[in-house]
Nanobody, 119 residues
Framework: QVQLVESGGGLVQAGGSLRLSCAAL????????MGWFRQAPGKERESIAH????????YYADSVKDRFTISSYNAKNTVYLQMNSLKPEDTAVYYC????????????WGQGTQVTVSS
């Protein structure tokens, strides 16, 4: 059984930075992608970034482009999200997800980690 475990959330002031980590336990993915989503109160869950395993192609939502960077360490089955220049509107629960195929189909999800950006 695959378990995705996120860490690194917390409270930060606007303009600050946080780094989220997500480790996939119980299985090694040889293909597909890993990604990050977020859900703010009263809003739908949105995709913000993902990275393919084979060639590390990255994709970003316009709302985070040039501020967030997704990276992966395939040997550790881990994906990271470096978040810089954080804004209050980035406040949300952030979820890690994994797909075994491309285009991604997000079959596996983490439990979520809270990110709060104060103004």
């Amino acid at each position: 059984q695959v378990q995705l475990v996120e860490s690194g959330g917390g409270l930060v002031q606007a303009g600050g930075s946080l780094r989220l980590s997500c480790a996939a336990l119980g299985r090694t993915f040889s293909s597909g992608a890993m990604g990050w989503f977020r859900q703010a109160p009263g809003k739908e869950r949105e995709s913000i970034a993902h990275i393919t395993r084979s060639d590390r192609r990255t994709y970003y939502a316009d709302s985070v482009k040039d501020r967030f960077t997704i990276s992966s360490y395939n040997a550790k089955n881990t994906v990271y999200l470096q978040m810089n220049s954080l804004k209050p509107e980035d406040t949300a629960v952030y979820y890690c997800a994994a797909s075994e195929v491309i285009p991604p189909r997000w079959h596996y999800w983490g439990q979520g980690t809270q990110v709060t950006v104060s103004s």
